[in-house]
């Protein structure tokens, strides 16, 4: 009696061969891979030339007063062929010395042009000309999903590439400084102490962002500063070394108001800022505000709260008259005053 014949496992176009392992890849498999794959090779071959490491070193104390040295790393990149570098802010932000080095070998000492620990953004300088530089893109168009190729210096190792997804946009994040980052792009691609400062960058070798921060203990929740917000602080720190933004000499915080309140005064926002200091002297003190004050509007805008008044008081109100529509007891006051540029 003749052998039975062995029967295909699968049969269809592009399906696997006779008796073939089910985990064995398809034909496409290794073209999908390939595809990927070439997408995160030339982003880090057109990208990787420009980012460099920034080393720090910063004079401080011991526990018993000794003056010490100390060290720190981050990452960079440069965005101008005569050698201006973006990073964070709280990467060299007190720096005595800060060293650039980039991929090629080349060493420089950097100068500190500005930096904005309300966006925990810097600029720094180093003295050559001809240099790799990036593109920058836009954060606007960025879509949940697409591709973010993260390059830095993590833990001191020179140029390492991770690669993952856009998780999120539009979060909110909050700075050293106290104040509310907003276009903060969240992702997924792995980013460790020394990532500070790096490019996260698009499919299209463009960086929508900058590397600023993870959630300790977290998985895979990372965040950058949006590349428009970038461009707006570079533009600032480029031609005042600061970013120029207004202040009136006012602590508070956001507190519910009294329902009591918003029903016999027709206020329609659930929310205010409950002022808890006045500086002396200061724009609001001369107008005339006081502590137990909330503050629910400037200029005929609502405020829900301390993060919505802090975006508003901008360059813009610097020196020229604005009026706060302030809650005192069971009156609304309009209040006036003229905000002055912020220092320090």
């Known amino acids: 009696m003749a052998p039975m014949e062995a029967q295909p496992l699968f049969v269809a176009d592009g399906g696997a061969a006779p008796n073939a392992s089910p985990t064995e890849p398809t034909s496409s498999d290794p073209q999908l891979l390939d595809a990927y794959s070439r997408t995160v090779v030339d982003v880090v071959d057109r990208v990787g030339p420009a980012v460099a490491s ?160 993870i959630i300790p203990g977290a998985q895979s929740i990372c965040f950058a500063t949006g590349i428009d917000t970038a461009r707006w602080v570079v533009g600032q720190l480029l031609a005042h070394g600061r970013v120029r933004r207004a202040w009136i000499g006012v602590g508070g915080a956001t507190m519910p108001l009294p329902r009591r309140l918003q029903r016999a005064l027709a206020i329609e926002q659930g929310s205010a800022i409950r002022v808890s200091e006045v500086q002396k002297e200061s724009p609001a003190h001369i107008a005339g505000l006081q502590d137990g004050d909330f503050i629910i509007g400037i200029d005929g805008k609502p405020l829900s709260g301390i993060d919505e008044l802090l975006r508003l008081l901008d360059a813009s109100r610097i020196d020229k008259l604005s009026v706060l529509r302030v809650v005192r007891g069971v009156k609304i006051l309009h209040l006036t005053l003229t905000p002055q540029e912020r220092r320090g």
Do not use: W
């Open 54 to 213: 920034v080393a720090v070193t910063r004079k401080g104390r011991d526990r018993i007063g000794r003056a010490r040295r100390l060290e720190g790393a981050g990452s960079g990149f440069v965005f101008t062929p005569d050698g201006y570098l973006l990073t964070n802010s709280h990467v060299v932000s007190g720096a005595s010395r800060i060293a650039v080095s980039l991929p090629d070998g080349r060493q420089f000492d950097a100068q500190l042009i500005g930096d904005d620990p309300d966006t925990d953004l810097a600029v720094i300088h180093v003295g050559a000309h001809d240099l790799p530089t990036v593109t920058l893109g836009s954060s606007r168009a960025l879509r949940v999903g697409q591709i973010a190729v993260a390059i830095g210096n993590p833990l001191g190792f020179q140029n390492t590439v991770t690669a993952g997804v856009i998780s999120a946009l539009g979060r909110s994040l909050r700075a050293q400084t106290g104040r509310l980052m907003d276009d903060v792009v969240q992702t997924d691609a792995a980013l460790n102490p020394g990532n500070s400062g790096g490019p996260l960058v698009n499919s299209a070798s463009q960086v929508i962002g900058v590397n600023t921060a």
